[in-house]
């Protein structure tokens, strides 16, 4: 772990136990399969692995503000463990919970399945758990609501959400869409990745501490984008992402000793 940066790490780890605390929160709110699979994965856990699962977060996402400290990520078992549980075939993948959105909304056009449960019966049984048939209700209520929120109306939403806190849209080209506020803080915004329907990214500095180009997710090693936005819950997902980027303009801040707590608004 030589050169890993320990105050970065120490902040991480407090804020990260203050988030499993809070039941997360944050993260529940975030339309993101990966997260989803994470979340579960973290509950199925015992107090030890959980402990253990995110000293190791800590330590990546600490590599992940300032990359220059490391050559590569630590060791870390747990987070082995865990990466290797979501992304093989098992428990953690597959059904309607741990598939994006427009994948979901697909199937029943594909001629070789023409419906949801014979997608199930041909490609998800008998390894499909019980869980990934059951879709995050406080995301996707029920199938009827399977309608993917499309880029022109999510572009909307980001505007109003960022330019109410203050943060003035650039002329930008293709799908990438750039804000910035009077800081200097830039926020952007893709719309056309294949990674998401959203991909989001900050950038912010104090002193001489700069985080460029993270997500709220990428330091809890959650890599890709917004991909379980739909129609009806697209509104108030993006709603939530100021919130989000508060958090990492102010980390640069946090880190320097600029600040002294982070607000956290995890009632």
Not at 60 to 69: A, D, E, K, M
Request: aromatic share 10%; glycine share 6%; hydrophobic share 40%.
């Amino acid at each position: 772990m030589r050169d890993v940066p320990r105050d970065i790490v120490a902040l991480l780890r407090a804020d990260f136990a203050a988030e499993v605390e809070a039941g997360f929160p944050r993260l529940r709110r975030i339309p993101q399969t990966n997260v989803i699979q994470f979340l579960d994965y973290f509950a199925s856990l015992g107090p030890e692995d959980q402990s253990a699962l995110l000293d190791a977060l800590a330590l990546r996402g600490s590599v992940v503000i300032r990359p220059s400290s490391a050559a590569k990520y630590p060791s870390a078992p747990a987070f082995d463990r865990y990466w290797q549980a979501v992304t093989s075939p098992g428990p953690f993948t597959g059904g309607y919970r741990y598939c994006d959105i427009k994948s979901l909304a697909a199937i029943p056009k594909i001629p070789e399945f023409g419906s949801y449960e014979a997608w199930i019966e041909k490609c998800q049984r008998p390894g499909v758990s019980e869980r990934a048939l059951q879709p995050r209700e406080d995301l996707l209520p029920n199938l009827d609501c399977l309608a993917p929120a499309k880029a022109p109306a999510l572009r909307k939403l980001v505007r109003a959400a960022l330019q109410g806190r203050g943060f003035a849209a650039e002329v930008t080209k293709g799908a990438e869409h750039k804000y910035v506020n009077s800081s200097g803080a830039t926020v952007r915004v893709d719309f056309g990745s294949y990674m998401g329907q959203l991909c989001y990214s900050i950038s912010a500095a104090c002193a001489d501490t700069r985080i460029v180009m993270l997500s709220y997710e990428s330091l809890w090693s959650q890599p890709g984008g917004w991909d379980y936005l739909s129609e009806e819950n697209a509104a108030r997902s993006i709603d939530f992402l100021p919130e989000l980027v508060e958090y990492l303009i102010q980390l640069p801040e946090r880190i320097t000793g600029r600040t002294v707590l982070w607000p956290r608004r995890l009632e």
